[in-house]
């Protein structure tokens, strides 16, 4: 998703609201707020409810002008038809309205107290509310694995652009195979842009992380010369690499380029050498090649 947070707020809240978003944005949490994020000349409603559906979580400022506020009851009920979480953000010492409340679904931040009742600003900044408003975030935030999941379902259905954006997220906490996808749908145009030197980075990210894919895939993109300069230097080095890990494309592939020189130095030896280890893991293409050549 786009967002963290959409911010929900009565206009006469503006001011609070906007020292909000400072604040959240401060804490590197990405946040939508109108009238900021509504494009010129775009319709009002139709960005209002794209603002809701590409975020994580609602932040609701509350008060009583929330409370009677015709435009917060819409961008709430957009919210519970998108099942978009809602975390109340008191700034007024007051209750949710009862159709707030049933939106409500995650912790509320503290309420002002009678010291600082009123005085928005210092409420709106204060430490303990956007430490409530964090760990209502990370409440809610799915794990990596469930990322991954998501975005796996996604591809399969073809889904590219959504399976994009949840690799994405995977990638931003440090997914190591998460990274690896997003080089291959870069490299294959999949849900964005083909491009070879993004998903050149995105390969080298993961095989930091020795992921073999990734090993293998950088072995690919030397080897075609895809965004880099053709070399067959390169691409066994990257392939030696995730054979290293037991991948049995890489074994097979090595094994050819032993059999054709490509890279190294020409050994027949070598070539049914590796050629059989990855026949033995189970490649297919090892298979046949050994049944084609027998000794």
């Known amino acids: 998703m786009a967002h963290d947070v959409f911010i929900s707020y009565s206009h006469h809240d503006k001011p609070a609201a906007d020292a909000i978003c400072a604040k959240l944005e401060g804490e590197k ?27 994580r979580a609602i932040v609701l400022v509350v008060s009583e002008h ?13 919210a519970s038809s998108a099942k978009i979480p809602v975390i109340p953000f008191h700034i007024k010492n007051v209750n949710l309205a009862p159709p707030f409340e049933l939106a409500r679904a995650a912790p509320e931040t503290p309420k002002p107290t009678a010291k600082t009742r009123g005085k928005i600003l210092s409420v709106a900044l204060g430490a303990a509310a956007l430490a409530a408003v964090a760990v209502a975030l990370l409440w ?23 399976a994009f954006t949840l690799f994405s997220q995977a990638a931003a906490r440090g997914n190591a195979m998460a990274e690896n996808n997003l080089g291959l749908m870069y490299q294959y145009g999949k849900g964005v842009t083909q491009d070879y030197g993004q998903a050149l980075a995105w390969y080298q990210k993961a095989a930091a992380q020795n992921v073999a894919m990734a090993d293998n895939n950088l072995g690919v993109l030397y080897l075609k010369g895809l965004g880099v300069t053709q070399n067959y230097s390169q691409a066994f080095n990257w392939y030696q690499k995730a054979a290293a890990q037991g991948d049995p494309v890489s074994e097979m592939v090595i ?41």
Request: aromatic share 8%.
């Open 29 to 55: 949490l990405r946040c939508w707020i109108a009238p900021r994020d509504i494009p010129a000349g775009a319709d009002w409603a139709a960005a209002i409810n794209d603002g809701i559906t590409a975020s």
């Open 255 to 295: 094994g050819a380029m032993y059999e054709n020189g490509d890279g190294v130095t020409q050994n027949d030896t070598q070539a049914r050498a590796w050629i059989t280890k990855a026949a033995a893991a189970g490649n297919q293409y090892a298979k046949a090649w050994l049944t084609a050549h027998p000794q």
């Open 66 to 78: 929330a409370n009677n506020s015709r435009q917060v009851k819409i961008e709430l009920t957009i």
């Open 140 to 162: 809610l935030r799915p794990s990596v694995q469930e990322l991954d999941d998501q975005a796996d379902t996604a591809f399969k259905q073809q889904n590219y652009q959504q």
